[in-house]
């Protein structure tokens, strides 16, 4: 909200601070369209844009499922189905990748202040590189150079090797965190049968046993795992590069949580009218 309506200034671009006065700004100044971009990554119209762009395609994305018809055993015509979402692990590893990054990023801060301050030990500078202006440092090399994306559409097309590499590492980082999460919390495919079997629910047209179950999700659950990661990875990265407002993590993380409440109120209505599918829920 701040960052829209800010009226803080003028600025380097002689303009208000908040993206909607900035923008009010240049058209009464004549500048037209050339007003929805700003330098210096101060916020802008392509961020505003950018950011309900975000919005719009997570909370699709995140309607995506594949349903699996079940039915409760002891309750003979009570049916339903299982969801397993596309995100299936939800925004969880695009918050671990950007933590991993954050720690890099400050450890290697720390290691330039101490002993590399002048940038000239070449194998601290594989680790990082930076430039001190205006009491914040700014990297220009090594590693945390590339798990830094550019902020804003000018810094994407000066350096897009640096963009690429950025969304290459974060898939990858983001891929790996999504199959370990799967692994340690137990959202595989054996222990969700062995969840949907403890809770007396079947799968209808298998019998009641772990081993068809866990067929039957393996088809699935390994599937949108990855593409889930990739695809939370591809959204954050984007919205980084076109410098939305909260970053492309924290949108995600804002959504998630959103949906997460939504989710519960649901749960809630439903176990109040269906008793008999609180044991499902884990009530």
């Known amino acids: 909200w701040w960052d829209l309506v800010a009226p803080v200034g003028p600025m380097e671009d002689k303009k ?3 993206a909607i006065l900035a923008f009010a700004q240049s058209i009464q100044g004549g500048e037209g369209l050339q007003g929805l ?4 990554g101060l916020p802008d119209m392509v961020g505003l844009i950018t950011t309900a762009v975000v919005i719009v395609v997570v909370i699709c994305v995140s309607g995506l499922k594949v349903s699996i018809p079940v039915s409760y055993a002891k309750y003979r015509g009570f049916r339903g189905t299982f969801p397993i979402k596309f995100l299936y692990v939800s925004n969880i590893p695009v918050i671990f990748a950007a933590a991993l990054f954050g720690n890099v990023y400050f450890v290697t801060q720390l290691i330039w202040q101490r002993y590399n301050s002048t940038n ?3 194998w601290l500078n594989l680790l990082g590189t930076f430039s001190s202006s205006q009491n914040s440092l700014n990297p220009i090399g090594g590693l945390v150079y590339y798990l830094s994306p550019p902020r804003n559409l000018a810094g994407l097309v000066e350096n897009p090797l640096r963009a690429g590499l ?3 590492l974060l898939v990858i980082v983001c891929v ?3 199959v370990t999460w799967v692994e340690v919390g137990g959202m ?3 222990s969700v049968a062995q969840q949907l079997l403890e809770s007396g629910m079947q799968i209808e047209g298998f019998r009641r046993s772990s081993a068809p179950i866990q067929q039957l999700l393996s088809r699935y659950i390994p599937t949108v795992t990855v593409l889930g990661g990739i695809t939370v990875a591809v959204i954050a990265a984007f919205a980084d590069f076109l410098g939305a407002f909260g970053s492309g993590t924290g949108i995600l993380l804002t959504v998630g949580i959103i949906e997460q409440y939504y989710e519960l ?3 809630e209505r439903v176990s109040e009218m269906f008793p008999a599918v609180r044991a499902f829920l884990g009530e």
């Open 265 to 267: 109120l649901v749960k």
């Open 176 to 178: 790996f965190f999504s």
């Open 120 to 122: 000239a030990n070449f």
């Open 166 to 168: 950025y969304a290459l």
């Open 16 to 18: 208000f601070l908040g």
């Open 188 to 190: 595989d495919a054996k």
């Open 37 to 40: 971009t700003r330098s210096g």
